[in-house]
């Protein structure tokens, strides 16, 4: 297995290299500092899974961003405080395991396979948690339902507003024209009850179910990560 581990702390990459050095089955192939310089290395060397150092702070809109361009690799959150909100926020942008701050070397190892296999080890307390927060989303959801439907041309719209992508961009994905663009975006605004593109992008970003529903092929275990079918891109911040 070949891992990829993101920090910012030196020590901590050192220490990790030479704590998994010689061990069977798991090779720390390279460490990065930062989420931007991750997504570099995965274009050009993807691993099987990344340790995103969350002990420092991290952008989970941008982790989020990372595991729709790159659904086949296994996100975990490394150092992760194990209490329900934390690991709900974890799993919510793309995340699919997590090890806590309390967890052991030895640890580690034995929860990667399992974590990879789709299988979350975590206590009856978090177990509960999850569940609640399932609920509550769909519950949620199920309150906050638009009157009239997306179209599939909308949900497109949608999902690639949640991805970063400008009107441009948007235009140049989906073969239109900018006016076209504009139009979609304004009735995909106007249907949600919303007042700004930035606002749609926290909006499906929060429940991907919106825009992909009706081009899913597979959901993640955990968090719900819904990965569309058509091929993802690099998302871009900037927006007109």
Request: one cysteine or more; a positive charge.
């Amino acid at each position: 297995m070949d891992l990829l581990l993101v920090s910012p702390v030196r020590l901590l990459c050192d220490g990790l290299a030479a704590c998994l050095s010689g061990r069977n089955g798991v090779r720390l192939q390279s460490t990065v500092e930062d989420l931007r310089t991750l997504r570099v290395s995965l274009s050009s060397r993807p691993v099987e899974v990344v340790l995103i150092d969350v002990t420092q702070g991290i952008d989970l809109d941008e982790v989020r961003a990372i595991a729709c361009e790159h659904p086949t690799v296994a996100l975990v959150a490394l150092g992760l405080l194990e209490q329900c909100r934390e690991v709900v926020s974890c799993g919510r942008a793309g995340f699919v395991g997590y090890i806590s701050r309390s967890s052991s070397i030895d640890e580690l190892c034995k929860a990667l396979p399992d974590i990879v296999a789709g299988r979350l080890d975590c206590s009856s307390q978090i177990s509960g948690g999850l569940l609640r927060a399932l609920n509550r989303t769909m519950s949620d959801d199920s309150e906050s339902c638009i009157a009239e439907p997306l179209t599939k041309r909308e949900g497109e719209v949608l999902e690639l507003i949640g991805r970063g992508l400008s009107n441009k961009e948007i235009a140049r994905e989906l073969c239109l024209s900018l006016s076209t663009v504009k139009h979609h975006v304004h009735n995909v605004l106007s249907k949600l009850g919303l007042s700004s593109r930035a606002q749609a992008m926290r909006k499906v970003r929060n429940t991907p179910w919106i825009a992909a529903s009706r081009r899913v092929s597979r959901s993640s275990q955990f968090g719900g990560r819904a990965v569309p079918e058509r091929r993802q891109v690099a998302t871009s911040a900037t927006a007109t």
